[in-house]
């Protein structure tokens, strides 16, 4: 009886260590879109948005062309996903700000940080949070405009030898 206990205890731990990882890297995307001159125009991007595996829910302000973009718990979407969804409806990313829960933000010591098989490189020194969360938002191609792109190129020479052509790596700075 004892040996079926500790089975059942043992397996218990395990399925809820297992479960614990499972949870959404990123929880929360904030989009703002170039290029929309009307509402049917957000409505196609919002079409994009919520038919990719792994998102919730959409809520879009037409006033300032933002989405924002809620992920169920165990998606591992990446930002290129919804840079693709953006561009398939036709339109671009200006802005790109995503919310990650800071327990999973674990910084190495060349300032980058790995999420389900992408890097993100910290281009300023610390990380801020608020509620346990943290915003980042991403700086390369195609997740702000050509010209805040073209400023930035800079700052990405002087960072550590990450190709700037790798989808899955990723130039961040943390937002308030």
Do not use: W
């Amino acid at each position: 009886m004892k040996n079926i206990n500790l089975k059942f205890i043992g397996i218990a731990c395990l399925f809820l260590i297992t479960s614990i990882k499972s949870y959404s890297q990123i929880s929360k995307a904030e989009i703002i879109a170039t290029g929309l001159t009307c509402s049917m125009c957000s409505n196609a991007i919002n079409k994009q948005l919520k038919a990719t595996v792994g998102v919730d829910s959409v809520s879009t302000d037409l006033n300032t062309n933002t989405f924002t973009v809620y992920f169920k718990k165990e998606s591992k979407i990446m930002p290129r996903v919804l840079k693709e969804g953006v561009e398939k409806a036709g339109f671009f990313i200006g802005s790109l700000v995503i919310t990650v829960p800071t327990e999973n933000l674990k910084i190495e010591g060349d300032k980058t940080i790995s999420l389900n098989g992408s890097t993100f490189v910290l281009l300023n020194e610390e990380l801020k949070n608020s509620n346990g969360e943290t915003k980042l938002k991403v700086y390369d191609k195609g997740y702000v405009t050509q010209k805040e792109h073209k400023k930035l190129l800079k700052t990405f020479s002087k960072t550590a030898s990450y190709p700037l052509d790798n989808e899955d790596d990723y130039h961040i700075k943390t937002v308030i």
